[in-house]
């Protein structure tokens, strides 16, 4: 139902920041979501930056996927 | 990509296909789960993991896919306004095919209707700043996760004091209709495969009563490969063990609260109302409509229109199809006179829709 | 078939199908059109001529990568060298809306004249409207295509069957995502440029050098999901396209991720396919990859036995799903 990427934050100004995805640059609307740094990754969905990706938990989940004994 | 590669990995893919097997072989019954979410089903289909699920395990897709579920009397307001003189219609992509009761947005171009795809609400907005002896309408679509968009969009057109953006909002929310598909008695689900996206607004948390009051499994699941498999496996280990609570294996970008912020501006500028559903009919609290307060940005207020009744194509079963009761292989239309280059129905138009995804990806 | 042409009908899948077969084919019937290819082939006094025509409309006129008078002159020769035809003279009819700066119409026939020198053909004759204002998008050109079939390529095809590879000369979609990428509304920033070019001299050194060719295409509007389904449909063989196996440029995957694209119908517009027999599959990468049209050259699947007419895609995680036809545009979506 909606279609969200993760793109990371190389720039903001003000409320707006620029999203970075495979050599793909877009303005990422920052409007919805506070505390955001150079560096983050967002989901971007809409032109709007809708919510943080997390490293540790994306890894964490890799991880226990890759040691598992099947 | 970062955070889509990964988890396309095939090796976890072999690995969570044998656990999935394991434990259905322990389960030893039909098990239905519901991906609620048309991008999942989308996935589903791209990926083809059905191939790697045993058989007695089934997918339905649920009626989370905006387009399909979006009935025809507001297809047929959108159009309506399209015809206005003056007008700009601005909208996502998605909607353009979409046939109303007697036209569609693309066959209104061919009648001189000024239509604009964007990929944002913001660039319709840049539309009516640009254009300011036009009226600019919006048509907002979309569940959680694009409603709050559309409110910054009314906020951001309130400061700028700009007059002439509108928005025909048709968007509604998730957990209405959740419950209603519980409630159906001649549905059997035996899990929901949760909408990630949607998520990431609202937070896991808005599951709980379909866990609680219903005892049926959710869990929060991502759009790639693993994500799907995982999440089928932590409802089946829900089911093998007796249990139903919410799960969420997208954590690594939805909370149990959810974008608070993005939540308040959604309350902010919208409130609930009724909504009519395809294929669903009326379901209490389910849409949101904007605020008198934000009046002046409602294009049904502002300019409020009179419309023919509108009418569903007899023969199409997109009902039943949303309601996870049939799939498009039991259509009498299917393929023969609905297909995506001249759809009967919204399930066929939405390449999310069921029976587009059906129609693409399945072999025949 | 609805009763108005919607813009659809214009996008190269299913619904030109229908209009050629359902309008043109019955009201020009004959044997030459009958074939259904990218150029017709006929013959005069011993030799075998290549004939060919296409109308170029595009936003912007120009882009990353090229313009439409590149494009204009490319997509012709293309046409005809597919067919293995050496082109030798294109026309050049432009249809221009009244207000169109001059310097732009320079720049335009000053790209298409460097073209057409690169490619070794000439452009030996051409006509010129002017429309009102509102009755064109700024500047449209048509090219018509004549070139010469060489002995070498009188001998017909062996025909194609199960175990034949499917080569490709480099990435895909590359022109479709250098085009959206110049639309300000979209507002997306790429590297990525059009491969709009000639390929007549890429095509000439492969069929110079080995005998394993069996069928070329190029892939423009649909892709090459929609060009393999044609090239499939009714046939006794089906076709395999390995994901893994077929290049893309990371920006492509991520415009496609972003607005819901499936990169296998996005556009081409210096990308041709080549069916080849299997033995001389790698000889023919090979010779591709030495040409700068070619350095990323790949075999991306394959004709299988069963099932018949139909094409699969193998994907990335070893699952199989149908390729169909382009249905309509690719909009922008955000569900």
Redesign the interface.
């Known amino acids: 139902m909606c279609i969200a990427i993760p793109v990371k934050i190389i720039e903001i100004k003000g409320k707006i920041g620029i999203g970075q995805a495979g050599g793909v640059k877009r303005k990422v609307s920052l409007l919805l979501l506070d505390e955001v740094k150079v560096g983050d990754y967002v989901l971007l969905h809409a032109g709007f930056a809708i919510s943080k990706v997390k490293k540790e938990e994306a890894e964490e989940l890799l991880e226990i996927l890759a040691s598992l004994e099947m | ?4 590669d ?3 990995q ?7 296909t ?2 999935i097997d394991h434990l259905m072989a322990d389960i030893d019954r039909k098990i239905t789960l519901m991906e609620v ?3 999942h089903t989308m996935a589903v ?5 059905k ?2 699920l045993p058989h007695n395990l089934h997918l339905l897709a649920g009626p ?4 399909c579920v979006t009935a025809n009397d507001y297809l047929d307001k959108a159009i309506a306004y399209a015809r206005k003189e003056g007008v700009i219609m601005a909208t ?3 909607m ?2 979409v046939p109303g009761s007697r036209s569609s947005l ?2 209104e ?2 009648n001189g209707a000024e239509i ?8 319709a907005l840049k539309i009516a700043h640009q254009n300011p002896e036009k009226k600019v309408i919006f048509i907002g ?3 959680e ?2 409603a ?2 559309v409110a ?1 969009s009314i906020l ?1 057109a309130a400061e700028d004091k700009l007059c002439n953006y509108f928005v025909l909002s048709g968007h509604k929310i998730m957990p209405p209709v959740m419950r209603a598909l519980v409630q159906d008695h001649e549905l059997k689900i035996d899990g929901f495969i949760c ?1 990630g ?2 998520s ?2 609202t937070g896991s948390k808005i599951y709980e009563f379909l866990s609680r009051d219903y005892g049926v499994p959710c869990v929060v699941a991502g759009f790639e ?2 994500d799907i498999l ?1 999440s089928i496996y932590l409802i089946l280990s829900q089911i093998k063990s007796g249990q139903a609570k919410v799960e969420n ?1 997208y ?4 909370t149990w609260e959810g ?1 608070l ?2 939540q308040a ?1 959604m309350a902010e500028v919208f409130e609930p109302e009724s909504s009519n559903w395809r294929g669903l009919g009326e379901i209490e609290q389910s849409g949101l409509k904007i605020r008198g307060k934000y009046g002046s940005f409602d294009a049904e207020k502002k300019y409020p229109l009179s419309i023919e009744e509108s009418r569903e194509n007899p023969g199409c079963i997109c009902g039943d199809i949303l309601r996870g009761l049939k799939t498009p292989l039991d259509c009498r239309l299917f393929r023969k006179v609905c ?4 759809p009967l129905g919204a399930c066929m138009v ?3 829709g069921t029976c587009a995804a059906y ?5 025949v | 078939m609805k009763e108005k042409i919607l813009l659809a009908h214009g996008s190269g899948g299913k619904l030109l199908h229908d209009l050629i077969r359902e309008v043109f084919l019955p009201a020009f019937d004959n044997k030459f059109l009958r074939e259904l290819t990218d150029s017709a082939v006929f013959d005069h006094r011993g030799t075998k001529w290549a004939f060919t025509t296409d109308s170029y409309v595009i936003r912007p006129l120009f882009f990353p990568g090229g313009d439409i008078g590149k494009l204009a002159v490319s997509g012709t020769i293309n046409d005809l060298a597919v067919m293995g035809a050496k082109p030798i003279f294109l026309s050049c009819s432009l249809i221009i809306e009244e207000g169109l700066s001059l310097s732009i119409l320079k720049r335009v026939i000053s790209s298409m004249r460097q073209t057409a020198d690169n490619a070794g053909v000439e452009i030996i004759t051409g006509d010129t409207k002017v429309v009102e204002h509102g009755s064109a998008d700024g500047l449209f050109i048509n090219t018509s295509g004549i070139g010469l079939l060489s002995t070498r390529s009188e001998s017909s095809s062996p025909r194609i069957k199960a175990g034949d590879k499917i080569v490709i000369n480099g990435s895909i979609g590359d022109h479709s995502i250098a085009t959206l990428s110049g639309r300000e509304e979209f507002d997306f920033r790429t590297e990525v440029k059009s491969d709009c070019a000639p390929l007549n001299d890429l095509i000439e050194k492969v069929l110079s050098q080995s005998s394993g060719v069996k069928l070329m295409r190029d892939p423009t509007r649909g892709g090459v999901a929609t060009i393999l389904n044609e090239i499939a449909i009714g046939k006794e063989f089906g076709i395999e396209l390995w994901e893994e196996r077929i290049p893309f440029k990371q920006e492509t995957i991520a415009i496609s991720e972003m607005l819901g694209f499936d990169p296998l119908y996005l556009a081409n517009e210096g990308k041709v396919i080549f069916i080849v027999k299997d033995e001389e599959a790698k000889k023919i990468v090979k010779i591709l990859r030495s040409h700068p049209l070619g350095k990323e050259s790949e075999i991306i699947g394959k004709m299988t036995p069963e099932p018949r007419g139909k094409v699969y895609l193998r994907t990335c995680i070893g699952t199989t799903r149908v390729l169909d036809m382009l249905s309509g545009d690719q909009l922008p979506r955000i569900c």
């Open positions: 990509m970062k955070y889509l990964e988890f396309r095939k090796e976890l893919v072999d690995k969570l044998k656990a979410c048309g991008t289909f791209r990926y083809g993991i191939d790697l989370g896919c905006p387009v996502f992509g998605d353009v095919k693309a066959e171009v061919s604009r795809v964007v990929y944002s609400c913001l660039e679509i979309g569940f996760t694009t709050p968009t910054s951001t909408p996206h949607v990431t607004i490969p693993i995982q294996e954590n690594r970008a939805v974008n912020k993005a501006l297909h995506p280059s001249h939405s390449a999310e129609y693409k990806y399945l072999s």
